[in-house]
């Protein structure tokens, strides 16, 4: 017998046909209130254009972007995406995130993406991705980009399509209450 037939398909009104204490579903936390966060603020950039790189030390991919964030107890979520190319040969680029105070490049790296193969044969085309929350505790104007080097200072990564042109390379922060 199907269940509408039964009356089971309706609705129950917990704040008022309800008496008693509810028990706490798998995984709640009896918590009778909640404060949910809020988003702040979002800024992003984005290039088109490329860069390269046989450098062992960082350098700036050009993409970046600054936020300054409303409280120092607010976080910040980091998506960076790009296409990667890398020449036929091996080795690995090394992607890194640098967060400062004085534009573009500055600061010091917060995390880190090694990309790459050894021993390739042939040219590698992948699609680049950085996504992640950092806690900076800071209302200060904060600038995030995308830095670059070769493993080896021979094999030359590039942030591109690789693929006759260049491609769009994005940056967006999105600053929250938790």
Known sequence: MALTRLGL???INLATNVTGTLATGNGGTGATSFAPGKIGQVVSAEINSSA????TSFVTTGLFKAITPSS?????IVQIWSPCYYL?????????VYRGTSGEGSGS??????QGLNSLTGNFYINGIISFIDSPASTSALTYTLMQKSA????TGYFESGMGGTAIMQISLTEFTP
């Not at 120092?72 to 910040?76: E, G, H």
């Not at 036929?88 to 890194?96: F, R």
């Not at 080896?152 to 094999?155: H, K, L, Q, R």
């Open 88 to 96: 036929s040969g091996g080795g690995n680029l090394h992607a890194s």
């Open 9 to 11: 398909n309706q609705s």
């Open 72 to 76: 120092s107890s607010n976080k910040v």
């Open 109 to 114: 790296e917060i995390i880190r993406s090694v």
């Open 52 to 55: 390269q790189t046989t450098s």
């Open 152 to 155: 080896d200072g021979t094999t």
